[in-house]
């Protein structure tokens, strides 16, 4: 027989997405259902080490669904990869009666959670929470809708100045090594060419294509580049050997950087945020511990931490052939 948890605590951990503050309202409210205390760490692992922990009841999670950010603050924390702090983080939550730990966080956050759940035996359960989409478990994270949405607007202002000066813009979007940000904008935004890390269209094939979309009477191009693509060094090396092969595009180079982390959370990932924090604490209550909560096929599901860190989360190859055939 599983024993109910009395006390779940929650953090917000490494790079913060649009959500995060939703699941940590999901978190509050699921515990105050079933009459479990619940209390916030404030900064991550590093609020643990310090003690940075205060009681959240419904009402202090009140207009909270509808922020970026998180709440809680997230934080990198080196003292966590220590023995020693996490002995104190465990000493912390003992001092407090807290019996239960959710992580809302990046596969590093996993990492963190799974490697102390073994240590000192506190049940962990992780919630995905970042734009990148890039955890296996899970066809979507909390922020990466609201990302993709953000970063859309974003070329489609682009592209009114590509077209009024015949330009070419190279548009540098987040995603770390996985590219399911660039190739989901890339369509959405409708780009004539999409640079992904899982894929190597190599320089001659891109400026073949360039070459390509000019003689069919294209006047202006959008290159959407993931951060992790290795096609060039960086963007800006990119962009200057298309400037040297391509005399005639005007290049230009936008890195959109952290507005893609930040803004008002799209309803998709407050209902994902608001369904993975109730199946967080559903699954302690059922004694389940070091799992992730993901959907998929619409439905929550529960997949080892361990899985969740080392699996990949790969792109749909589908869409893929999409992108080729829209950029004709
Ligand atoms: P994002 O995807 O946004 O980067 P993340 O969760 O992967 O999120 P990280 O910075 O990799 O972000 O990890 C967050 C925190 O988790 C680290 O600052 C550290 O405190 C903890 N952590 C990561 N890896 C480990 C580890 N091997 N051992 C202990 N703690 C870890």
Do not use: W
């Amino acid at each position: 027989m599983a024993v109910k948890p009395k006390h779940i605590a929650v953090l917000t951990s490494g790079g913060d997405a649009p959500g995060m503050n939703a699941a940590i309202r999901s978190v509050v409210r699921s515990c105050s259902h079933f009459n479990i205390k619940c209390s916030g760490v404030y900064r991550g692992y590093q609020g643990l080490i310090e003690g940075d922990i205060r009681t959240l009841d419904a009402r202090s999670v009140n207009n909270i669904i509808n922020k970026g950010g998180t709440k809680l603050k997230s934080a990198r924390s080196l003292d966590f990869h220590e023995k020693e702090g996490r002995a104190k983080a465990s000493e912390n939550l003992k001092n407090l009666d807290i019996d239960a730990l959710i992580v809302i966080g990046g596969d590093g956050s996993f990492t963190g959670g799974m490697i102390f759940e073994r240590e000192h035996k506190i049940p962990v359960i992780g919630i995905p929470g970042t734009i990148d989409n890039d955890i296996f478990g899970t066809s979507h994270t909390i922020g990466y809708d609201t990302a993709l949405n953000t970063v859309v607007e974003a070329i489609d202002k682009i592209r009114d100045t590509a077209i009024s000066h015949n330009r070419l813009f190279f548009v540098e979007v987040m995603g770390r090594d996985a590219g399911h940000i660039a190739l989901n904008v890339g369509i959405g935004a409708g780009a004539e060419e999409i640079l992904i890390p899982e894929e190597n269209l190599g320089l001659n094939r891109l400026l073949e294509s360039l070459r390509r979309s000019k003689k069919s009477g294209k006047s202006s191009s959008i290159v959407v580049v993931a951060e992790g693509d290795k096609i060039g060094k960086n963007v800006f090396e990119l962009a200057q050997h298309i400037e040297q092969n391509l005399p005639d595009y005007e290049v230009r180079v936008s890195v959109l950087g952290h507005i893609q982390r930040g803004g008002t959370p799209s309803c998709f990932d407050r209902v994902l945020a608001s369904r993975m924090g109730l199946k967080a604490v559903e699954s302690l209550i059922d004694g389940v511990s070091a799992h992730m909560v993901g959907i998929q096929n619409g439905e929550m599901i529960l997949t080892p931490l361990n899985k969740a860190i080392k699996g990949k989360s790969e792109i749909k190859r589908e869409l893929i052939r999409v992108s080729d055939i829209m950029t004709l």
